[in-house]
């Protein structure tokens, strides 16, 4: 069996059947009070949402259980691409490319290198100064020192 209850103007309680009063107002809306206290406060002109003991107050002030509302959502943040001092972007995204995409340019690189050497003949370079059978420049020979 359903029981019908109202909801008291003030206090936003239940109100079972046998219970409460009915008051109308000035404008001829009826309004239904649970308690004298709902009344008196009704009649001192007092917000709702002042009060502690009021579900206006509790709404406003999030207290007890959120019917409906679980957890908020959080936002996911967006990453945007920025430049670093010194590198642009593009480098950044070299940098940032899968290994088979790294390995696949370095391939290209290694490639185009070998063909310029075949075309370019057999000249050979070396990587480092060529030591002739000459005197280190800190160090003097034994003849100069013979010498004097």
Not at 10 to 38: L, N, T, W
Not at 87 to 94: G, L, N, R, V
Not at 116 to 136: L, Q
């Amino acid at each position: 069996m359903v029981v019908k209850t109202e909801l008291c103007a003030f206090s936003e309680y239940r109100i079972y059947p046998g219970h409460g009063m009915k008051f109308v107002r000035r404008d001829g809306q009826p309004v239904i009070i649970s308690s004298a206290k709902c009344r008196c406060m009704i009649n001192q002109r007092k917000k709702p949402s002042k009060l502690v003991w009021t579900q206006a107050w509790r709404r406003l002030n999030k207290k007890g259980k959120d019917e409906g509302a679980g957890r908020k959502k959080s936002r996911r943040t967006v990453k945007a691409q920025r430049a670093i001092v010194g590198a642009s972007i593009e480098d950044i995204k070299k940098r940032r490319q899968t290994p088979k995409a790294r390995s696949v340019a370095t391939e290209a690189a290694l490639k185009e290198v070998k063909d310029r050497k075949k075309a370019g003949g057999a000249k050979h370079y070396s990587t480092g100064p060529k030591n002739t059978g000459g005197v280190a420049k800190n160090q003097k020979s034994s003849a100069s020192s013979k010498a004097k």
